[in-house]
């Protein structure tokens, strides 16, 4: 995940609507001149931060007469352009295009090569620089691209949009002791008299600018073998060992086994290299040079929480070998077919690997992000031309969002027809670009079905199924029926009603039965024989369907399908409504299920559900957990539930959880913060100690700067600004710093609010852009309007890609509410406690009928 995708997922740059005023559709660009060459030829000096050099472009005509071709370059300096073979033009450069004019015109097929000679110096993005520091000395020393969605411009002349492919020649020029790295396969590498030395890269499959990568610095190597002759490595900066790659990146060779089986379909590139850097936000899956964060790198402790969403991770990346390089969007409004197979394929690679649970999982998390974003945020349909930028549209909608809709095609086709098509239009369209039509032709080639209306309503339309649903048993009839509604129409969304098929599902001792059935109108009744009153009723019980369901059977069933459900997603689903109704005899169940469970996905939901039910039958049940739990995939997920609630039990089982629990740093990171959030009784001199102490890989010392700012505490303040400095403490977790201090501001008064806020202002300046970027992050959690003028003045030194966050950020802070202060949250802190203690007045007051 990027940083982008998880300052989105906080709400940073989220707005009650998809697009702001004035967003336009945007288009493919005409390519009547059409770079299909570049060879790069660069010197880069990390330690001056620039690159220079030319970049020479072979320029194809696609029109007998054109002459004109425009290349984005952001910001280049000494910029000259000539034709190679001497011929005349016309060029002029306005600091965003060059744009060039042959005097004379092209034929159909006459190739042209174009010089662009250049420098860039610290650009603003696309091309990173690190060196030790005075104050970080054990800083790595690299430069490496990253351009995801157009920020290739900023260092490289070219038509920064997917459907321009040029093959790629790399000439780069630097330290003879560093490792050299881009896309494609190594020629030869030629040392140089004055300590340098030029390598040259080949790309021969065509690829475009945001794929287009490389790296070079003093980095660690691990070898891993190959896969069909094609080598495999990993790399990262000195602070990782190769260890530490291999435990991070060995499975890559299982999984290119299983991929290229499961497309039928070799792998297409010359290597597969992953490369792991801090900074970097994410991972990105450029072509044969894949590039990673190295926040993900794996070492021991991390490997106990981490692996498995590592694994998914490196899996993701992979498929976009195919769904993204080998296959290419012709525009960023079909993403989907890129990002949405991506996070597909994880599922898939589950299901195969690790078997249904795991897929069934898979599903039903993917579903509920993406409806968490749908319901919290907005709707937009899947694959949509009207954006603020391409970079937009990289959300919930089209990673998790686009997913549990291709998995729902699959069941709509069926396997078999589902996996020909998939496996014919991977043969069809590699090495070529598509459209979202080109992969619905395929599939109804191979199914003989039309799928216009399926995809105009589940990829082109907006929204999902909302479904409410009863059930009632007549013993006399010994007929069961059931009675759904859709409740999620909404002209002013326009979110209409859908027409689909789904389950229904009944146990009757101990077996499954189930029905299809097709939804079509806002209510239907199926009324079902049935020998006996079902032991368990469900909607989609083979989890196939994007919806949501509103599905309370009764306590009864409920706690049967919570112990006897086979499938994961029923014992969630019945986990989830029996906490709902605040009962203690359903929590006590859910607790009791939880010791048995031995799925850890079903345990991360089920504590998700103990912490919002409210009461202390839950408080109780989540103080117990805390002291058995072992697990690091569910540890993190369950500390944070108890940290929902300020009480005694909780801060005395997460002080244990501290003292005597697993090692595992994620974990222990949350644990801190949920101390934080008990407030008065948080013990705040340890709070002190943990947040002032750098952790391995920052994680833990992250949260304990969350705690101090959780507290709300007036005390956190000069350690918060203390830690904020460049210098203080590691940069792992120094931007946490700037985030806890716009969360500290939302709630302080007014002098102390002025000095987090003035802060906040002076770290948009830092420089570690990832401090930067939780500035903003800080001063718009503070609903700071003081600091629009900062916020714009360090926005207008951005790419436009990064411009368009900055944006949304502003108009978050405008359409804010004035900062509650510090009075009115206890109040609001004092009437959520007043609400618990009168639900657990009530548990016991239930417990005393139950008893008589």
Not at 635 to 656: M, N, S, W
Request: glycine share 8%.
């Amino acid at each position: 995940m990027t940083d982008h995708a998880r300052l989105n997922e906080m709400g940073i740059y989220h707005s009650a609507d998809f697009t702001m005023p004035g967003a336009e559709a945007h288009y493919p660009p005409d390519l009547e001149l059409e770079p299909v060459h570049l060879d790069i030829a660069l010197r880069v000096d990390v330690a001056k931060l620039t690159a220079e050099g030319g970049v020479t472009s072979t320029i194809r005509a696609n029109r007998t007469g054109a002459s004109k071709i425009s290349l984005h370059a952001a910001d280049f300096e000494d910029v000259d352009v000539r034709d190679a073979d001497g011929g005349k033009l016309t060029w002029n450069y306005d600091g965003k295009q060059i744009h060039v004019e042959w005097d004379d015109a092209f034929e159909h097929g006459d190739e042209r090569k174009l010089v662009v000679r250049y420098k860039v110096e610290k650009p603003v993005t696309g091309l990173f620089f690190s060196n030790p520091t005075k104050e970080y000395p054990n800083a790595g020393t690299w430069a490496a691209t990253d351009h995801e969605t157009e920020r290739a411009r900023h260092w490289l002349p070219c038509i920064d949009l997917p459907n321009v492919r040029p093959t790629l020649s790399f000439h780069l020029t630097a330290e003879k002791s560093f490792t050299i790295l881009a896309n494609g396969e190594l020629v030869k590498e030629e040392e140089h008299d004055d300590g340098t030395k030029t390598a040259h890269w080949e790309l021969k499959q065509r690829c475009p600018s945001y794929l287009t990568c490389f790296a070079l610095g003093d980095f660690t190597r691990c070898d891993d073998g190959e896969h069909n002759g094609k080598p495999i490595a990993y790399f990262s900066s000195r602070e990782f060992s190769a260890e530490d790659l291999k435990r991070t990146f060995g499975r890559t060779g299982s999984m290119l086994d299983w991929i290229t089986k499961k497309l039928d379909d070799p792998f297409p590139f010359p290597k597969y290299f992953q490369f792991a850097l801090p900074g970097i936000g994410g991972a990105m899956e450029n072509i044969s040079l894949v590039s990673w964060d190295d926040m993900l790198v794996l070492d021991e402790t991390l490997a106990k929480e981490w692996t498995w969403q590592l694994d998914q991770i490196n899996l993701h990346e992979m498929a976009h070998t195919w769904f993204g390089d080998h296959i290419v969007c012709r525009d960023f409004a079909h993403a989907w077919l890129k990002e949405s197979w991506a996070v597909y394929t994880e599922t898939c690679y589950l299901e195969d690997t690790k078997g249904a649970e795991e897929r069934d999982y898979d599903f039903f998390a993917n579903l509920h992000n993406y409806i968490a974003e749908a319901d919290g945020s907005y709707v937009r349909p899947i694959a949509t031309r009207v954006f603020d930028h391409s970079w937009s549209m990289y959300d919930r909608h089209l990673y998790p969002g686009g997913a549990v809709r291709l998995h729902m095609l699959r069941h709509e086709l069926g396997d078999e027809t589902f996996w020909a098509g998939t496996r014919d239009y991977v043969k069809k369209f590699g090495g070529k670009t598509v459209e979202t039509d080109d992969f619905r032709r395929v599939m109804e080639e191979h199914s003989g079905r039309s799928l216009v209306k399926w995809f105009d309503q589940w990829i082109f339309g907006k929204g999902y199924p909302s479904l409410k649903v009863s059930f009632s048993y007549d013993a006399k009839k010994k007929e069961g029926t059931f009675e759904i509604e859709q409740k999620q129409p909404d002209k002013k969304k326009g979110v209409p009603l859908f027409d689909f098929v789904t389950d229904l599902g009944w146990v009757i001792d101990g077996k499954l039965h189930t029905r299809e059935i097709r939804l079509e109108r806002d209510k239907h009744a199926f009324t079902i024989k049935m020998d006996s009153d079902p032991e368990q009723v469900r909607l989609d019980p083979n989890a196939r369907t994007v919806c949501k369901i509103d599905f309370n059977p009764g306590d009864d069933k409920l706690r049967k399908q919570l112990t006897d459900a086979e499938d994961v997603v029923g014992r969630i689903l019945a986990a989830q409504e029996l906490c709902k109704t605040g009962k203690r005899k359903n929590i006590e169940a859910v607790r009791d299920a939880y010791r048995k469970e031995k799925f850890w996905g079903v345990r991360v939901r089920m504590a998700g559900a103990l912490g919002g039910a409210a009461s202390h039958t839950a408080v109780e049940a989540l103080a117990d957990l805390l002291g058995v739990e072992q697990d690091g995939m569910v540890c993190e997920t369950l500390v944070r539930a108890a940290g929902k609630y300020r009480d005694p039990l909780i801060r005395d089982a997460l002080q244990r959880f501290l003292e005597k629990g697993p090692q595992l740093y994620r974990a222990r990171g949350a644990a801190w913060e949920a101390l934080g959030a008990q407030r008065q009784n948080a013990p705040f001199e340890q709070l002190i100690e943990a947040a002032k102490q750098d952790t391995p890989l920052g994680w833990e010392q992250q949260g304990a700067l969350r705690s101090l700012a959780e507290t709300r505490d007036a005390k956190a303040l000069p350690v918060l600004l203390e830690v904020s400095k460049n210098g203080a403490t590691s940069n792992r977790a120094r931007h946490v710093a700037a985030l806890a201090l716009g969360t500290f501001a939302h709630y302080a008064e007014t002098h102390d609010r002025e000095q987090a806020v003035e802060r906040l202002k002076d770290l948009l300046r830092d420089p570690t852009q990832r401090v930067q970027k939780m500035a903003v992050a800080g001063l718009r959690g503070a609903g700071a309007t003081e600091a629009l003028g900062a916020i714009q003045a360090y926005g207008n030194a951005l790419s436009e890609q990064e411009q368009t966050d900055i944006k949304r950020a502003m108009a978050g802070i405008r359409a804010s509410t004035k900062p509650k202060s510090a009075g009115v949250d206890k109040q609001l802190d004092e009437f959520r406690e007043t609400v618990r203690k009168l639900n657990d007045r009530i548990e016991k007051l239930e417990s005393r009928l139950d008893s008589e």
